[in-house]
């Protein structure tokens, strides 16, 4: 073998060779376990940055590992094809198509995955941009239809005006588009909606089902969800046939409403103020809030403006007036646009009052404290008894948010309630780069499905890209124009397409059946593969992706179409790559490529170092000294197998019954380091320590192969060295795979049985015990590990140095604690 560590060549070699034999092919059927072990696909943007490099290598190990532990493991990979950046490229290049730019892209890091040595099973490849795949994203959107949980409506929508399209309310954060930070408008539009309220309840109660997610993640999708119980309860307007119905979800507060508030778009408000001399003063406070972003409105920070619109409504508890006001912060989409003012014991409630003067009334009177409405600095929202409450006076508030809903139930006044943060999922896209809504439109027959059996609709590749806003596809007369399915009169095609995380919702089902041209997937390989074991991905996904695939899996399994009602079982979000402190980034300027590294060091260098830096769920500070020592130690692996080659026998293990010395030191470090590195991937994903203890098996292999050959046991060197590559071949593929073959080992490495530890070989011969003077640490000696309590008593008295510190003194008592210490009590 070369004396030097020569990477580019080792590492060319071997994945050719791994591609040309397929080794990480997987059977859909096997006598071994199954185990699914995914990572997030990526969007093609056309090159790998460093955060993908972790996320891949840590699912990498896992699948090698497990492999080799024995398991049949789904390892698959496959591009997120659809999306904006291909069409912005377009918009701005003009000459490139997005499925060319797209194509390009996936060409380019496929190449670079395997640079990497992944071991993706590439027969599964799939593109969410590829008619045999958005063909069943189209027939998908069909199922839904069919159980009616796809519909279009009018409503006012979120609008990003440079994405030119709408978003869902998930891809807004703080009032501003996910992808390009623009402030979202809101727009009045005709959309595609799936009704994922419809399974709020399953997604927050499955939640937990999911004990291997991290618990974060569970917290952020229940509060996406936000599940309160409450009323609805009624007030009729004063003078007028109307009801202002509010949900609260503090029903026994109600006799404490001093005022009730509109939202300014309420469609009551104009009936409310016509003809008041308040009315034009509303208006204009009406158009000004309405120009105002939803963040601006609800922000804290915000100031709360209300105005009284001179009109009354009825509390009808007990029969009061109470003043309509509008306000700022009260949102139209939450609740029913309409909320009831309880200041006494509503924070913000309590402010706005104290602001406009308005009465505060106590209905829930804490024990042994008296609240006083005049001098109170904050509203009370703890425990208590109702006051003032009429016939409720006396129960103690979760009674009387029971009694309150009873009543007015009982009156008709009212009905509890639950309600959801979570709103239904707008999926249309007024896009072209993604998949269409196979829907046609006809004047005679109305909304008309496209016949399973026409899907695909293809998007059409010739059309033009101009930065008008518009929608090419709207603009493409032979797409738009078609035959009614029902009526065969003139119709016109949906030209919106859908939203990109339809296509993410299902792909994990799809590598199962990655070709299969008659069904959207085989019945038995689902059945068989899923749900995924273990799922790998950034927390950038924990409300979007992950929420919708469990939508989605739920309706699938509904309609019988999987057998699991979760997606994945287990899921681990890894951290981010920083360098500097910061997340990498162009406009930081801090990013390396991950090109740069696997071409100064080798792919084996990268990998190591993005597993050893840090455990992977923590953020990992990217560092140049770091990838020179994880190269350093594969040069030292290098040295240290390269030169025995030839010299190593093949043969059956030590025994290690017969070990002694340095031969059993070598064999105990051997399988303690196998002991080390299963737990340590296997059971909690410490990559980084199990990195360590390979490490440390080399520190000491070195010192054991100085020992004359003479003195030392071939088996011994030969289990050190075979066991060494098999532990180090999860991370470093290639070099690993080139040192077993240049021992003169067949096969793969990466094919071979992981090792299992002898207990035997691990079992310490001597401990380290304490010795007490009346239970203060005095000494430390080594004992033999089989040691009795009664020998260790006898031979910590027998130490001089014990001797010596006893003379003079009287021996009480001896209390030996076996493997952990013996206490002398002297007087
Ligand atoms: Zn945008
Ligand atoms: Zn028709």
């Not at 239809?145 to 703080?174: I, M, R």
């Not at 030996?816 to 206490?823: A, E, M, S, T």
Request: hydrophobic content about 35%; some cysteine; overall charge negative.
């Amino acid at each position: 073998m070369k004396e030097r560590y020569e990477f580019a060549g080792i590492e060319e070699k071997w994945q050719k060779k791994w591609a040309v034999e397929d080794i990480y092919r997987v059977p859909d059927s096997s006598s071994r376990p199954k185990y699914y072990c995914l990572e997030m696909f990526p969007y093609p943007s056309g090159k790998l940055h460093m955060g993908h490099v972790r996320n891949y290598s840590i699912g990498d190990v896992l699948a090698r590992f497990l492999t080799m532990r024995g398991y049949s493991v789904l390892h698959p990979m496959g591009w997120d094809a659809f999306g904006l950046p291909a069409e912005n490229a377009a918009i701005k290049h003009g000459n490139i198509h997005p499925a060319v730019w797209t194509y390009d892209n996936i060409n380019a890091m496929r190449a670079q995955l395997k640079q990497l040595g992944i071991s993706y099973d590439w027969n599964r490849e799939i593109a969410t941009c590829h008619p045999g795949y958005y063909r069943w994203t189209q027939w998908l959107f069909l199922q839904l239809y069919k159980h009616g949980l796809a519909y279009k409506k009018e409503a006012a929508v979120n609008w990003c005006p440079s994405c030119a399209t709408v978003l869902a309310n998930e891809q807004v954060k703080e009032g501003s588009c996910e992808r390009c930070s623009s402030t979202v408008e809101k727009r009045e539009l005709n959309q595609w909606f799936f009704r994922i309220t419809k399974y709020a309840d399953r997604l927050l109660d499955d939640l937990k089902l999911l004990e291997g997610w991290p618990e974060k993640v569970k917290i952020m999708q229940e509060n996406w969800i936000g599940r309160s119980e409450g009323a609805e309860i009624n007030f009729p307007v004063e003078g007028e046939d109307d009801v202002m119905t509010v949900f609260t979800t503090r029903p026994d507060t109600i006799f404490g409403v001093t005022y009730m508030i509109l939202a300014p778009e309420h469609p009551l408000v104009e009936k409310l103020i016509q003809g008041r001399p308040e009315a034009a003063e509303i208006r204009d406070f009406v158009k000004k809030v309405r120009s105002l972003s939803e963040l601006d409105r609800t922000s804290t920070e915000t100031e709360k403006i209300g105005l009284f619109t001179g009109a009354y409504c009825v509390n009808p508890l007990n029969g009061e007036r109470v003043p309509i006001l509008v306000a700022n912060y009260v949102l139209l989409e939450y609740g029913t646009g309409c909320v009831m003012g309880v200041p006494a014991h509503d924070q913000r409630d309590f402010e706005f009052a104290r602001k406009y003067n308005l009465p505060i009334r106590i209905v829930i009177q804490p024990e042994g404290e008296a609240l006083d409405p005049d001098t109170m600095k904050e509203a009370y929202s703890g425990e208590g008894l109702m006051v003032n409450s009429g016939k409720f006076n006396g129960l103690p508030k979760k009674e009387g948010i029971r009694s309150v809903i009873d009543y007015c139930e009982e009156k008709g006044i009212g009905k509890g309630v639950v309600n959801f943060r979570l709103r239904d999922w707008l999926i249309s896209r007024q896009r072209y780069w993604g998949a269409p809504i196979p829907m046609i439109y006809c004047d005679k027959c109305g909304i008309v499905p496209v016949p399973e059996s026409d899907l695909p609709v293809e998007l059409p590749l010739d059309v033009e890209f101009k930065n008008t806003g518009r929608n090419p596809l709207a603009d493409h007369p032979s797409f738009v124009k078609t035959a009614c399915p029902q009526c065969g009169g003139p119709g016109h095609r949906e030209t919106d397409t859908m939203d990109t995380f339809m296509c993410s919702s299902f792909y994990y089902y799809r590598y199962t059946s990655p070709r299969d041209g008659d069904h959207v997937w085989d019945d038995e390989k689902v059945r068989h593969w899923l749900p995924v074991d273990q799922y790998i991905g950034g927390v950038e996904h924990a409300i979007l992706h992950l929420l919708y695939s469990r939508f989605f899996t739920k309706f699938l399994n509904d309609i019988g179409l999987v057998p699991n009602v979760e997606p994945f079982t287990r899921l681990l979000t890894q951290g981010m790559v920083l360098k500097d402190g910061s997340k990498m980034s162009k406009s930081k300027g801090n990013v390396v490529s991950p090109e740069d590294i696997v071409a100064t060091y080798g792919a084996d260098t990268a990998r190591m170092f993005i597993l050893f830096a840090a455990p992977p769920e923590r953020d990992l500070e990217w560092s140049d000294q770091g990838v020179e020592g994880c190269y350093r130690f594969l040069n030292r692996v290098w040295r240290l197998v390269a030169p025995l080659a030839g010299k190593l026998e093949a043969g059956s293990p030590p025994d290690t019954g017969k070990l002694v010395g340095v031969d059993r030191e070598m064999h105990r470090l051997t399988h303690g380091t196998i002991k080390k590195v299963t737990e340590d991937i296997g059971g909690r994903f410490n990559f980084n320590t199990a990195v360590s203890a390979i490490m440390e098996m080399v520190n000491g292999l070195y010192q054991y192969r100085e020992v004359p050959e003479t003195d030392r046991d071939p088996a011994v060197l030969n289990e050190a060295v075979e066991t060494l590559l098999i532990l180090l071949a999860p991370f470093a593929p290639h070099v690993t795979e080139e040192l077993w073959q240049g021992i003169g080992r067949s096969g793969s490495v990466h094919q071979q049985p992981w090792p299992e530890y002898s207990r035997e070989a691990v079992a310490e011969d001597e401990v380290t015990i304490v010795v007490q003077l009346n239970g203060k640490i005095k000494d430390r000696i080594l004992v033999p590990a089989d040691i009795t309590p009664e020998g260790m008593k006898e031979l910590v008295l027998s130490q001089p140095s014990v001797r010596e510190m006893l003379e003079g003194k009287n021996v009480v008592k001896v209390i030996p604690v076996p493997g952990k210490l013996v206490n002398i009590v002297v007087k």
